[in-house]
C-alpha cells in the first residue's frame, strides 16, 4: 500500500464535478474505481483519490441492437448478467472469470481493467476481439464533452487519455449474428492461474464461410492487440484452407518481450497454437 501522502478522498455524485476534481492541477488527484489496482500501484506522490462509484455508472443494459456495460460495473457483475452468459457465447463472461480470483472480481471493475490494459488482460483481449466501443468523457473549457472512441483506438492513446483526465463511463457492445460464434484460448501454469498468452478469435461462418473475423491477442504486446492482417487474411474464406498462411502472415511481425513467465520465442509460439485452436472452435 502506497497511499502515504493521501490528504483528500472525494465521492462526487456528478459526471462533470467528478471530471472538475480529476482535472485539478493540485492536489495531484486520481480516479479510482474497485481501487484494487490504485491501492497496490498507486504512486507515493498521489495526494486526492476521485471515487467514481457514486456516479450511477455500474448498469448492464440492453439497449436494441447494443449492450451497455456500465464503467464501474464490477467484473463478477459482468459475469452473473446475461451479457457475460450470452454475449459472444459466453466469452466476455469467461474472460472475466480469468481476471482474478472472486474477491478481486467483487471489487474490480470494467473501466479499471480498461483503463490499467495489462498486457495479458483476457478481458481486454475478449473486448477488443468483440469490437467494444468506449464512451470517454472529459471536460472542455468547464463544459462535459462525450466521445464515442473504439477500444482499440483508445488503447493506443490511453495514457494520453487518462493523463488528460478523461473518465470511461461505458463499453457498448453490438450484439452479434446469430451465426457469430466467438473462443478464448490460453496458457498459464496452473488450470486456474493468469494466463501468459491469451487468443480470443470471432468470426460468422455461413455455408463454412466466414465473415467478420477477429483475432486478438494478450500477452505479446505492451496490451492486448487485433492481428488484422490475419483477419484479413481469412475474410470471405474458408477458415481450415487459408488459417496457416494467414497465421504465418498476420503473426510475422510478432515482437512479444521475454520474461520468467515466457521467453519471447515461446510467446510467439503459443500466439500461433492458441491463435489457431480459438479461430478453428469458431469455425466448426
Ligand atoms: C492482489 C492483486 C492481484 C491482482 N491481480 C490482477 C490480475 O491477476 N490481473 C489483472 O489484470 N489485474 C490484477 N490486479 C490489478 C487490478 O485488480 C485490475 O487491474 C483491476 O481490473 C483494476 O480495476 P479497479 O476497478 O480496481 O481499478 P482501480 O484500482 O480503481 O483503478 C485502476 C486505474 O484505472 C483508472 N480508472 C479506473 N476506472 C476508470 C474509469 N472509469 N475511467 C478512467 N480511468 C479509470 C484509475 O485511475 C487507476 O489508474 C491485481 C491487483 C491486486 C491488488
Redesign the pocket.
Known sequence: MSLSNLQEYLRPTHLEEALRLIGRASPRS?????????????PRDLEAVVD?GGLA?NAITLEGAFWRLG??AS?QALIESPAGTTLCNGVLGEAAMA??GRS?RN???L??????A?SV?P?VTALLACDAELSVATLKNDDLVMKRVGLRAFLGYRANL?EEG????DIRLGVPSADSRAAYERVARTPRD?PIVCAVARCATRDGIAGNVRLALGGVAAAPIRIELAEFGLEKKRIADHIEHALGHGLEGLAPAGDWLGSADYRRAMARELSLRALMRCAT
Open positions: 486520481r480516479i479510482v474505481a474497485g481501487g484494487t489496482w490504485v491501492s497496490a500501484e498507486t467514481i455508472l464503467a464501474t467484473l481476471m482474478a478481486l471489487r474490480a471493475t473501466g479499471g481493467a480498461i483503463a490499467t495489462d488482460s478481458l487518462l478523461a473518465l470511461i463511463t493468469y
